[in-house]
């Protein structure tokens, strides 16, 4: 059949389309598609009255769902808690953003009822499609700096079953070096923790990877986090298989399990080396760090709007099942969570400590820490920038 009489006869038979039923139509179809080799959805295409109003030359109304997300104030909102809160995922940032969203009013002024009624009903496919323009991809990588500790290894158990603390208390431990491209000479270090089980996290900054220096930082985390240390988990770098430590976390009272993992195996250590990205890297970059007078001012950081900002209003999701299904690994994660949240949540956390936590977040608003902190990064790099010269 030629394509002239192609279109004579789908004009013919189109209006007797329109107006049948539907398993007449379903019989048009069939035929039609028999006869000329068309696609089933290609042939519904050609019957639907949209084709009509197009081959006379009219404007055709483009069908589907009505546009309800896309205005300025919701795109206002969303772009700038979404950069405030450091680019998360959507399925994070549909977490993310009732909690911000008091602390955004406070701060730039209210939202109206409208506007805050569509932001508390996206969902992430929509947040997705809406911050598609102005997504950006990270994509520097570090350097390593870990020195094999040998001293110990012998002592120091292997343990590679980390995932499976549900208690907070077991933690892993790293250190991130801010040397820039070159590792020769002395440069600051952080010295980065998270609880396996709740996602805290606290970092410190120590000159250089000294074992003095690095369990100095370990004792002032100690004394600051929400619950007492059971495990002690790190890489094999001597900054951590030291007597130092191995003493101050085993010749105690009530000793803390010290593990290490397997030489060679970052896997081992999934917890922190993702930490090191989202809560150091991605904040402090691959500037190189090397003047002494620079960890005062980190830690000051560290210590304050720091933990506070990433502690208590930035959710993390946390991996519950890995099975094995033919050629695939299908994961599953629980819901998006902040530590703080995991904390409440816990049945091995004291009331007291919970109910201190609790009164200090009400006084928490996550875009003034945010901007404290970009003040004090500011700093950071200004007293850099002076030092070079």
Not at 151 to 179: M, S
Not at 206 to 233: C, H, M, R, Y
Not at 313 to 334: A, H, M, N, Q
Request: charged share 30%; with cysteine.
């Amino acid at each position: 059949m030629s394509p002239r009489s192609k279109k004579e006869y789908i004009a013919a038979i189109r209006e007797r389309y329109q107006k049948a039923n539907r398993q007449e139509k379903a019989t048009i179809l069939n035929e039609l598609c028999n006869t000329c080799g068309y696609h089933r959805k290609y042939a519904i295409q050609l019957l639907s009255p949209k084709i009509v109003a197009k081959t006379k030359g009219k404007a055709v109304q483009r069908r589907g769902r009505r546009t309800v997300y896309n205005c300025d104030a919701v795109l206002k909102v969303l772009k700038k808690i979404w950069l405030l809160s450091n680019l998360p995922c959507s399925k994070r940032f549909i977490v993310i953003l009732p909690l911000w969203l008091a602390g955004y009013q406070k701060r730039y002024g209210k939202i109206d009822a409208e506007t805050l009624q569509k932001l508390r009903s996206l969902s992430p496919a929509t947040i997705d499609r809406l911050l598609k323009p102005v997504r950006v991809k990270h994509t520097k990588h570090g350097r390593s700096t870990t020195k094999p500790g040998t001293l110990l290894r012998k002592q120091i158990p292997i343990k590679t079953n980390q995932w499976d603390e549900t208690r907070p208390g077991f933690i892993e431990a790293d250190t991130v070096a801010h040397c820039g491209d070159s590792l020769f000479g002395m440069f600051a270090n952080t010295v980065d923790i998270v609880d396996i089980a709740t996602g805290w996290t606290e970092q410190r900054a120590v000159w250089g990877k000294g074992e003095a220096g690095v369990l100095e930082q370990i004792k002032d985390i100690e004394n600051t986090l929400p619950f007492s240390i059971l495990g002690f988990d790190s890489d094999n770098g001597g900054e951590f298989l030291n007597y130092h430590l191995y003493r101050y976390l085993l010749h105690r009272r009530y000793p803390i399990q010290f593990t290490r993992s397997r030489a060679y195996h970052k896997d081992d250590n999934a917890h922190i080396e993702q930490k090191n990205w989202t809560h150091v890297r991605q904040w402090i970059g691959y500037q190189r760090l090397d003047h002494a007078d620079v960890v005062p001012l980190l830690n000051e950081l560290y210590r304050s709007e720091w933990r506070l900002f990433h502690n208590f209003f930035c959710p993390s999701v946390k991996l519950i099942l890995k099975e094995r299904v033919g050629s695939k690994t299908i994961k599953r994660y629980d819901k998006p969570k902040t530590p703080y949240q995991r904390i409440m949540e816990s049945t091995h956390i004291e009331q007291p400590n919970k109910d201190a936590l609790t009164k200090q977040l009400e006084n928490l608003n996550p875009l003034l820490l945010r901007e404290q902190i970009e003040l004090k990064l500011k700093k950071v790099f200004d007293f850099m920038h002076k030092v070079a010269g």
